[in-house]
Structures are given as structure tokens and as C-alpha cells.
């Protein structure tokens, strides 16, 4: 599924510009997607606009200074390096709060636990294309790169 999300970001300039479901399964089917795979992230992108839907009203409360407590559960999702990765984002401006929201929101939705950097990083991308949020170059590099491979330490 993740594959699919980077190849959206990768093939669509906007979320606008993606056709409508049906075709959109097909030119995954042709672009070699398997059909499970297509079903999935289709499924998290409605379960995205739906997500953004709600967090309209909280997106349109002007912003204050606030601190943003996990619970248990949500620590134990997301796990300490990715709650670390979303306060960094955070604090650099990258990140508002309602976009966070929707960040673990769809974080949720997921059937895996802990989610992985690289994971949740495919999913900050996804959520901040669907916003069509401007993002500083670097924090985009952040994004984008692979943390499967672990780097060597010297």
C-alpha cells in the first residue's frame, strides 16, 4: 500500500489531479499494483478525505500555544521515534496541529503496531499532498528518505 501512496505523490502534482477511483484502480493495475494493495490505499485515501472533512472546524481555530499529550495507546502506535519525528515536525513549523491530528488519525487506521519511521514519514507526506501544503525543501528530503536501510556506525 505504501508503494501506491508514493507513487500518487510521485505521478500527481495534486490530489485534484488524480482520477477518479475506478480509473485510478486501473492505471494502478496497469502500473503492476496488486489488486489487494490498490484496495487498501484506496481505502486509506477516503479514510484521508474524510479525516480532512472533520478537521475543517479545528483547522479554522486560530492558533495558540499548545502542547499535545499522547496517550498510552497512541505512544505505544506510534512508538518513541515517531513521536519524536511529529514534535520535530511540529516545532519546525512544518506540521500544524490539526494536520497532526490527521496524521495519527490515519496512523490509526493502519493494522500495524508500531508503525515504522519510514512508514509514518509515507504518511506525513500523503496528509500534507492532500492538504496541498507548501513544505521547505529540506523537511521534504526528510520525508522522502528511505529509513529501511539502518546507517552504519563508525
Known sequence: MFDILVYLFE???TP???PE???LARRLAAAGFEREDIHDAL?????????TEQCVELA???AGQSCRIYTDD??????????????????????????REIVVER?????????GLDKLKTIVLMVLWSQEA???????????SAQEDPRPLH
Do not use: K, M
Not at 515517531?82 to 516545532?91: D, P
Not at 496512523?107 to 508503525?115: C, F, N, T
Open 11 to 13: 505521478n500527481y502534482y
Open 60 to 62: 479554522a481555530r486560530p
Open 74 to 99: 497512541e505512544y505505544q502506535l506510534l512508538g518513541s521515534e515517531a513521536v519524536g519525528f511529529l514534535s520535530f515536525l511540529e516545532n519546525s513549523g512544518a506540521l500544524p496541529a490539526p494536520i
Open 107 to 115: 496512523v490509526w487506521a493502519l493494522d500495524e503496531r508500531p508503525i
Open 134 to 144: 507548501e513544505v521547505d525543501h529540506l523537511i521534504l528530503e526528510e520525508l522522502l
Open 21 to 23: 477511483a475506478d480509473v
Open 16 to 18: 485534484q489531479s488524480c
Open 43 to 51: 481505502g486509506w485515501l477516503y479514510g484521508l478525505a474524510t479525516s
